[in-house]
């Protein structure tokens, strides 16, 4: 990451450590993927049942592959075939990981979902749920962090999963009611009603879309 870059977004961290502070969540800077690793990891305890609906920022700083090796009973969805039976374990697990599609400056959460399965986990089940997420996730206001949401993150996951979304075909969102659309459920997380449930590292890094 470029020093000037990183010196913005130390700043710029603090201000949103602030907001989410005062939220009821919990916000941690970390300067790079290693130190993102640690942070996440402290706040996971050993013997922990910890699960995950999806979040490439939760694996580029190595988060998922941590916890599969070590003494924490990680259940990854991927590996259940019974997708109904892992989306529910989901709600009773210790520690629910995503990433985010988008956070604004004051600590305001912004996620889009199609199955719905991770917005519901974040809004409710898991014990603690802990975010991942990059600096370049980060939006001025609830406005652009849902324009970040629908125009960057949705047409690369769209593309990513191979869906018949107008904007898999032209990169940015037509608002579509297309069977394949992933914007069905939008979560806005503006407080949390449960002290130490909620807690985001921001990562001077680009992590995920
Ligand atoms: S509403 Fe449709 S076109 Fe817009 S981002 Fe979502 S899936 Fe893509």
Known sequence: MNENIGKRNALLAQKIIGGLSSRNMTG??????DEALRVALSLIPEGSTVTMGGGMSVHE???????????WNFIDRDG?????AAMLAAYDADV???GANAITEDG??????????????????PKKVL?????????????SAVKRARNVAAPINAQRFGLSTPCA?????MNCKSPDTICCQFLITRYSKHPGRIHVILVNDV???
């Not at 941690?28 to 993927?33: C, D, H």
């Open 131 to 143: 975010f991942v997420v990059g600096m370049n996730k980060v939006a001025s206001d609830v406005d």
């Open 80 to 84: 259940i075939e019974d997708k109904r």
């Open 96 to 98: 629910f990981l995503s």
């Open 207 to 209: 992590l995920g879309f």
């Open 28 to 33: 941690y800077y970390a300067e790079n993927r």
């Open 108 to 125: 305001i959460l912004v996620n889009i979902d199609g199955n719905a399965n991770r917005v519901s986990a974040i809004a409710q089940g």
């Open 61 to 71: 700083i190595g988060l998922s592959a941590a916890l599969k090796q070590g003494s």
């Open 169 to 173: 075909r032209t990169g940015s969102c």
